[in-house]
Structure formats: C-alpha cells, structure tokens
C-alpha cells in the first residue's frame, strides 16, 4: 500500500560533500550506469508530538530526507542499462548493525566498512539507508520505466524511500555546450486502470531477475506506476566529512575488485592454453592501468590539491582566530 | 581545440560553487598541448591534422569575489599573486559560476580576460562559465559548462578610442539621412508634378465651365428674347450664374475644386457626459479609454487612460517637447548617461554632465544632433 496517494517525502536535502561523491562517482564511468545508496536520516516533522510506542515508517507528511553520505555500490550485472539491488541486501543495509556482505554472492556485494556504525558515532544519530542513485552517462535525466518500477519496489519497504539520478555527458555540438543534470524523484501508482493491463512479463526481463523480484512480480500484479518529481536541495557544506572521503575512495577499489574477480572467474579455467592466459593477464593489466589513469591518478592529484588549500585555509583561519581574540579582550 | 577536465576536478568546482550562496570563480591550472596526427591512407599520401588540446589539472578557488580585480573589472596584479602564488606559472584559464544567467561572457568578465591573458602571459588563456538552472518546483536541476577562448575576437574599441558601435551607427544614420535626402528629392519633383497636373485639371475644368457658363447665357438671352415676344405669365426664377474663379493660382497652393460643398461639421467635444454614442454603446461608459499614441522620442510605452483629449506629461505630439524640459517632468526621463566621475568645468561633452548640473536650456534631440556631428 502507498499510503493512500499522499506523498511521504516534501523535499530531499542533500549534503554538499555527499554530492560531491555522487559527482565523482557520475563522472568516472562514461560506458556504463554507475549506483550507489544514500545514507542518511529523516528527521520527524516539527510540531508532531511522538506517542510512546514506536511507529514503523509513519505516514507522515512533510517529511524530509537528509542525505549525509553515500556508499558506492558495485555492479556484478556490468550491463549498460541495468542496475538493481535485490531487496534483500538493501534491507540488509538498513539495519543499524554492520553491513554484510556476501563474498560468494552472484549479486551486488556491498563493501566491508561500517559506515553506520561510522555516521552513528559522529553524528550521535542512528544512520540508514534512505534513498539509491545512479547515474545516466550520455542519456537524458528522466528515470526509465525501469527505474520508476525498481523505486516502486524500495518504496514497498520504505515509503519515505527516495531516487536520485545524475545524468553527466550531455552534449550539444551546436552550441559547444556541456550539461550535467541531477533529479530527485518517487513513484506512485498510476490511477488510470485502463493502461494497467500489461503483461507483467512486458515489464521486466525473467532472465535477469532474481527469486524475489519475480515472486514480487506474481504476488501483486504490476500495474503501470508513475514518477514524482521531489524537490532536492544541496545543502553548503564547507569541509569533507569523513564518511564522504573514505567513500571517494572506495571507488577505486571497488572498480579494482570488479576486475579481479573478473579475471579470476577467467582464471579459474584451468584448460586454457598459455597464449590465452597471456591475453587475459594483458587484458587485466590494460584495465587496471587504464583505471588508475582515469580514477586513481586524477583523485590523488585533487586530494593533494585539497590538501594545500587546507593547509593555506588553515593559516588565514588562524590569523582571523587570533585578531577576533585580541578583538574580544580588547572589549573586556 | 579539444579540452578535457578530469571529474574530480569538475566535481570540486560543482562542491565549491554548491557551498556558496553568490557566484563562484577561480582559475584553472594545467597544460596546453599541441597534437600533430599524421594520417597515412592509401587514397592519401599524407594528412596531417593539428590539435590543440586543454588540459585542466585542477582548480584554484578564489574565497570571494571581488578578490584580484575591482567593481570598474581593473585586475590587480599583487592580488592575483597572492592568489596564486607559485601556481602562477601553470594557468590556462579561469572560471566563473553563476546561477539563472546567460551562458555568455559579461562585459565585465571580457575585461577582466584581457587583462588576465596579458599579466600572465597566455595570449590563449580560457574562461569556462558554468550556469546553474533549476525547475520550478526545484525537482531537477541542471549545470551548464561553455568554454570560452574569446581572444580572438574584437575588441570594443577602436585605435582612437572611440566605441566602434558609435562609427557604425553613425554611418547607418548617414546612409540612412542620405537615402531620407535623396528620396526627398523626387518628392519634391513629384509633387511639382502633381501641382502642374492639378493646376491644368482646373483650368480646364474652370475653362469647361466658364464655356458652358457662356452658352447658357446665349440660350437664355435668345429665349429672353423669344419670350418677349410671346406674353407669360410665370416668369422662371432667374439664374444667377455662379461667379467664376478667375483663376488664380498661387505657387505652390491647390485651390479648392470650384464645386462649392457645405462646410464639414465641427469636431465634437470627447466627453463622458455627451449621450451622442448611439453607435458605440460600450466607448464611452468604461473609465480607460485606449487611445492610438503617436510615438515620439521620449514617449512612454504606456497609454493614458484619461477619459479626454488631454495628454499626459512627456509631450507625445506637442510642440512643448521641443522647448527645454517642463518642471512637471520628472528626473527619471534625464539622459541615461552615467559619469562616474566628477565633472570637470571645461567639459565639452554633454555626456559626462551628471543630472544635477545638467542645464535646462538643452532639450534633448538638439544636443544629441550636435554631438554626432562633432564626431
């Protein structure tokens, strides 16, 4: 149930330095849609009195959703146009206690630091997943009927559930112009009755889905849904938390492990003759290189860079701290 | 020319302008190469293509605006050390981020470039402007990134000076005077033309009636003459001929045709009390009553909604806009010619006068007219 057709969320804050991983995410992989989940909390609405008991996922309205960071998520269906989390491991994200992961896993495998436990800690605040984004490389902003119909799906779990999707590589030659665009959206159910009559198998592929998504698909019959637009609002933030950093780093590795297990998987075919093995080793060592030009060097450069503008931030900080002091006994 | 940017550091200049509430600016450092391709086909024996490609490194964020130039765009170059430093040395451009604006250079910004490529020395120095947009419920937001290279186009001002827009507008306007002469000319000429026809249409005329007129009287005269000898009783009114115009023809004056018509009825006065509306029901009950405005110079853009003949203030076709400005014109329609100097006393120009020491003997059009020719 969708909780009667009212919308849960009124407006997404997205936290500067949270955005700025999603951008660095966007933006590292022009082939292919990149995901990631959004950590974050929704405060109570103001002026609502909390009873006793403890309401699971209220209806509330005017709510809103505060994005403090981000994990980046691997992808082990490489596809162009296919990027989906079973439910399974995103209620697995949600729950306060470290987030597992499954090394023999088919799917997506989220990475091993505790990023709950991390957030919980500096903010005094439990942290949960409450949104997932991906990036359009090259394609228009808007979400796909895909996309509309797998946020459906999270909303089932969480009606404050939100998507945000980054759309980066947009060029018009005509006028030299380069576009990047971010939206933020939900789904509700579409009202007309008359467009619900499709065959569920029109909606999504068999072969890609897993159990869940599938038994999903039997239990309710899947009638058309609809995007909502949400309004989304970076909020300044004018140093890098901690959780935002190690998450821009993460990247690498992960684009690192993809390869390895990748090559392992090839690997592990023992019957392949020398000069395959050879390729594939070159073909492993091509990607690595070309990864570490495309990710690895521009991120060391730019941390190095941050690196000194802090370092001078810091010395003008410190001149400012010490006239306000002078300032300050000067009036006592 | 190809530019490449790396996403961190795109990203960082998205992250600095997001964590600020007014516009953002900084420069960009990195290198700029050239790439020689020599392609060898067999249709072809060898092509070689030149590339220059735009390399950005990183970014080097100014804290404020304002920071190495000031509001007239004069770069100041121990500002713009203290910015860069070292890092002086590996500038390729700058850039600027603004939110809900065009995507092209301000005046200010193409100042502020000039100054830039010669202080620092990169004649090719670039600008990449990014623009913020956003939709109305702020659902989705987009950020636009143009590179510039605006060296090579033209300047504003010419070797003497003097704004290039104001040589070419002065030539328009003398094509323009030159043509308004030159077609006044056979005007002129036709009018002449018009007038002899005219005059010979009424001579003619006056000659065709002044016959007709002679004719009558014969007959008359010889039916006098017959009817004197025959008795009757009604004697016919008497016609009195209609006294001929003798034909007068003053240059250049078109005499009225010799039908003599009654004089047209007098203009009606406009008023709301007047019940004559009979064709017109709804015209003269509604309080704003939209009149055709001659446009003038100095005419405003809005209609008078006086229900009468009478026009507001700035003189649309009355020759009060010829005189020196009427005290009822308010400050708002003066010249709006800015000085952001004092004026001197021996200023010659009309234009560096602010509006308190602006004299009221000059009405507008004059001084403009003696301006252009002093050019």
């Keep these: ?332 | 020319m190809a530019a490449s940017i790396s996403g961190y550091t795109f990203s960082s200049v998205c992250y600095c302008s997001a964590n600020s509430s007014a516009d953002h600016e900084g420069f960009l450092l990195g290198e700029v190469r050239q790439e020689e391709t020599v392609s060898i086909s067999d249709s072809q024996i060898s092509n070689t293509e030149f590339l220059q490609v735009i390399e950005i490194h990183n970014h080097e964020p100014c804290s404020k605006l304002f920071s190495f130039y000031d509001y007239a765009g004069k770069v100041n170059e121990e500002s713009l050390d203290r910015i860069l430093k070292d890092r002086r040395k590996n500038v390729i451009g700058w850039y600027r981020f603004r939110r809900n604006t065009q995507q092209q250079m301000s005046y200010r910004e193409h100042i502020i470039h000039k100054q830039l490529t010669h202080i620092l020395g990169v004649p090719d120095l670039v600008f990449l402007l990014f623009s913020f947009i956003s939709t109305a419920n702020n659902s989705t937001h987009a950020l636009e990134y143009v590179l510039f290279r605006p060296n090579r186009s033209t300047d504003f001002f010419d070797k003497d000076g003097v704004m290039k827009d104001i040589r070419a507008i002065y030539q328009v306007y003398n094509a323009l005077q030159e043509k308004v002469q030159a077609v006044c000319i056979d005007v002129e000429k036709s009018e002449r033309v018009v007038e002899a026809f005219q005059a010979d249409v009424n001579k003619l005329k006056r000659q065709i009636a002044q016959k007709k007129n002679e004719k009558e009287q014969e007959i008359r005269m010889q039916q006098a003459i017959l009817s004197r000898q025959m008795p009757a009783d009604n004697v016919e009114p008497m016609f009195v001929p209609r006294m001929s115009y003798t034909g007068f023809a003053v240059e250049g004056c078109t005499l009225e045709d010799s039908d003599v018509s009654d004089p047209p009825p007098p203009y009606s006065d406009f008023n709301t009390s007047t019940h004559d509306s009979s064709g017109s029901p709804g015209l003269l009950e509604s309080s704003s009553i939209f009149m055709p405005r001659p446009q003038a110079v100095g005419s405003s853009s809005y209609v008078s909604t006086s229900a009468g003949l009478k026009y507001s203030g700035n003189g649309a076709s009355m020759p009060s806009s010829q005189r020196a400005l009427p005290d009822n014109v308010d400050e708002s329609e003066d010249s709006d010619y800015e000085n952001l100097l004092e004026p001197t006393e021996s200023s010659d120009s009309e234009y560096s006068q602010t509006r308190e020491s602006r004299p009221s003997a000059h009405p507008d059009g004059d001084s403009r007219n003696t301006q252009t020719s002093q050019i």
């Design chain 1, 1 to 332: 149930r969708t909780g009667g057709g009212k919308m849960a969320v009124q407006a997404v804050h997205l936290e500067a330095d949270a955005f700025l991983v999603c951008l660095n995410h966007a933006l590292s992989t022009e082939k292919e849609e990149v995901m990631g989940l959004c950590i974050g909390e929704v405060p109570p609405a103001e002026g609502r009195p909390r009873e006793g008991r403890v309401a699971a996922l209220p209806v509330d309205t005017n709510r809103i959703v505060h994005i403090h960071s981000v994990i980046i998520l691997r992808r082990s269906d490489k596809r162009k146009d296919r990027v989906e989390i079973s439910p399974e491991q995103l209620s697995a994200a949600s729950t306060e206690a470290e987030i597992s992961f499954s090394r023999n896993s088919s799917r997506l495998s989220l990475p091993q630091s505790s990023y709950h436990g991390l957030l919980a800690e500096m903010t005094g605040r439990p942290m949960r997943v409450v949104g997932w984004y991906h990036s359009h490389p090259h394609i228009t902003v808007w979400p796909s009927h895909v996309d509309v119909r797998t946020q459906a799906m999270y909303q089932m779990m969480d009606q404050g559930f939100v998507g945000l999707i980054f759309s980066c590589f947009i060029e018009d030659k005509n006028t030299k112009t380069g576009r990047i665009l971010y939206t933020c959206f939900q789904s509700v159910q579409a009202q007309k009755s008359s467009d619900t009559a499709r065959p569920w198998t029109d909606c999504c592929k068999v072969v890609e889905v897993s159990f869940l998504f599938a038994a999903f698909n039997y239990i309710s019959y899947p009638s058309r849904y609809d995007r909502i637009e949400i309004p989304i609002h970076v909020v300044p933030h004018e140093t890098i938390g901690k959780v935002c950093l190690e998450s821009a780093v993460e990247l690498p590795k992960i684009l690192c492990q993809e390869e390895q297990d990748a090559y392992r998987r090839i690997h592990s075919l023992t019957h392949l003759d020398s000069v395959t093995k050879i390729h594939n080793g070159s073909v492993f060592t091509k990607n690595l290189c070309s990864q570490m030009s495309a990710i690895s060097g521009p991120l060391l450069q730019w941390l190095e860079d941050r690196l000194e503008q802090n370092k001078q931030r810091m010395q003008e900080l410190q001149q400012e701290k010490e006239q306000l002091l002078e300032e300050l006994a000067a009036l006592e």
